[in-house]
T-cell receptor
Framework: QKEVEQNSGPLSVPEGAIASLNCTYSDRGSQSFFWYRQYSGKSPELIMSIYSNGDKEDGRFTAQLNKASQYVSLLIRDSQPSDSATYLCAVKGDMRFGAGTRLTVKP | DAGVIQSPRHEVTEMGQEVTLRCKPISGHNSLFWYRQTMMRGLELLIYFNNNVPIDDSGMPEDRFSAKMPNASFSTLKIQPSEPRDSAVYFC???????????????FGPGTRLTVL
């Protein structure tokens, strides 16, 4: 069974801090990696995708990919209370999702 | 543009009854996915279709579950007979194409919350 593992939560950070979310995967052939955000009672929504090693920045969000270490992360700078949600890592080699990390940003 | 449409949004049924969940993908998307989400097991892929053809149904829990995609704009997930352990939120998602680099981003519907008593 191919695995996608996320760091266990919940994660709590103060407003304005950097939130760091991590994900490891087992399938070395995976090509596409995604971060989804899911508010309570809502459906997952895509916030970042990354395909190549290195960093990809989009506003306050930065995705980092290291295929050699089979590791993908999401950094949220200047965290806001509205960022409070569950963040799901998805590895599209086999369309599996991690269990999610619940993030709470405290005002 | 309309997103992925799912119906019903909520379904309450009794054990042993047949349940049919429906999904309309985003127009032009040729991949469709069914997921189940519970607190205990997270988001699980049940089955996905590409160009209306089932590609991987290894996530379908057992023979009580079946899925069809008769055309590009409609899919169903059927549970017969339903059991209390099937209670979950069922999401349908669609994607523009598989592509050469792997699968493209998925767009999720609002989900169907199923409760089996």
């Amino acid at each position: 069974q191919k695995e996608v593992e996320q760091n266990s939560g919940p994660l709590s950070v103060p407003e304005g801090a950097i939130a760091s979310l991590n994900c490891t995967y087992s399938d070395r052939g995976s090509q596409s990696f995604f971060w989804y955000r899911q508010y309570s009672g809502k459906s997952p929504e895509l916030i970042m995708s990354i395909y190549s090693n290195g960093d990809k920045e989009d506003g306050r969000f930065t995705a980092q990919l290291n295929k050699a270490s089979q590791y993908v992360s999401l950094l949220i700078r200047d965290s806001q209370p509205s960022d409070s949600a569950t963040y799901l890592c998805a590895v599209k080699g086999d369309m599996r999702f991690g269990a999610g990390t619940r993030l709470t940003v405290k005002p | 543009d309309a997103g992925v449409i799912q119906s019903p949004r909520h379904e309450v049924t009794e054990m042993g009854q047949e349940v049919t969940l429906r999904c309309k993908p985003i127009s032009g998307h040729n991949s469709l996915f069914w997921y189940r989400q519970t607190m205990m097991r997270g988001l699980e892929l049940l089955i996905y279709f590409n160009n209306n053809v089932p590609i991987d149904d290894s996530g379908m829990p057992e023979d009580r579950f079946s899925a069809k995609m008769p055309n590009a704009s409609f899919s169903t997930l059927k549970i017969q007979p339903s059991e209390p352990r099937d209670s979950a939120v069922y999401f349908c998602a669609s994607s523009p194409s598989l592509g050469l680099a792997g699968h493209n981003e998925q767009f999720f519907g609002p989900g169907t919350r199923l409760t089996v008593l």
